[in-house]
T-cell receptor
Framework: ETGVTQSPTHLIKTRGQQVTLRCSSQ?????VSWYQQALGQGPQFIFQYYREEENGRGNFPPRFSGLQFPNYSSELNVNALELDDSALYLC??????????FGSGTRLTVV | LAKTTQPISMDSYEGQEVNITCSHNNIATNDYITWYQQFPSQGPRFIIQGYKTKVTNEVASLFIPADRKSSTLSLPRVSLSDTAVYYCLVGDYGQNFVFGPGTRLSVLP
């Protein structure tokens, strides 16, 4: 059984650029959630996808968007990057009615 | 989603038992209580989950009183490697967890 894998592990982008982060869900998991974790804070919920449809969203602007693919892998896209977008981005997958398994995250630095 | 309150930080020594208490006064009937552990620059890792009374696994115990308005995570005989942030989360399956700042546990030699 494989866990949740995220890529890349680290990324540096310039303000105003766009970024795509990727997540491969744990085998058998059909739901994926994305979280943003600033340094020293708890993870903040961005959105969740279930069967390729967004079915929940936190307090994040529309420039944060996502996709879930038929194989349940997922992407997080962030447009017009701002300095405050620098954070650890976490992907978590689960199966219906089950708990979450988190990946190790992607550390994004916006300069 | 039920809000949780837990201590910001705790210190302990190796070999001691650590108890971290979490308050969740407005927990709903369908909510479960879940604890996660997080090391720096890693994703949270599931520790234990319960609904009522006591749950025990190979790494921790979870005590939940009858009114379910609080819960206590118990870590027996902690070691230096247990130094981490511990999050108490309350929610139903399918809900997205609202993370607070967690409890930063420091285990000293």
């Amino acid at each position: 059984e494989t866990g949740v894998t995220q890529s890349p592990t680290h990324l540096i982008k310039t303000r105003g650029q766009q970024v795509t982060l990727r997540c491969s869900s744990q085998s058998g998991h059909n739901t994926v959630s994305w979280y943003q974790q600033a340094l020293g804070q708890g993870p903040q919920f961005i959105f969740q996808y279930y069967r390729e449809e967004e079915n929940g969203r936190g307090n994040f602007p529309p420039r944060f968007s996502g996709l879930q693919f038929p194989n349940y892998s997922s992407e997080l896209n962030v447009n017009a990057l701002e300095l405050d977008d620098s954070a650890l981005y976490l992907c978590a997958s689960s199966w219906t009615g089950g708990g979450y398994t988190f990946g190790s995250g992607t550390r994004l630095t916006v300069v | 989603l039920a809000k949780t309150t837990q201590p910001i930080s705790m210190d302990s020594y190796e070999g001691q038992e650590v108890n971290i208490t979490c308050s969740h006064n407005n927990i709903a009937t369908n909510d479960y209580i879940t604890w996660y552990q997080q090391f720096p620059s890693q994703g949270p890792r599931f520790i234990i989950q319960g609904y009522k009374t006591k749950v025990t696994n190979e790494v921790a115990s979870l005590f939940i009183p009858a009114d379910r308005k609080s819960s206590t995570l118990s870590l027996p005989r902690v070691s230096l490697s247990d130094t981490a942030v511990y999050y108490c989360l309350v929610g139903d399956y399918g809900q997205n967890f609202v993370f607070g700042p967690g409890t930063r546990l420091s285990v000293l030699p």
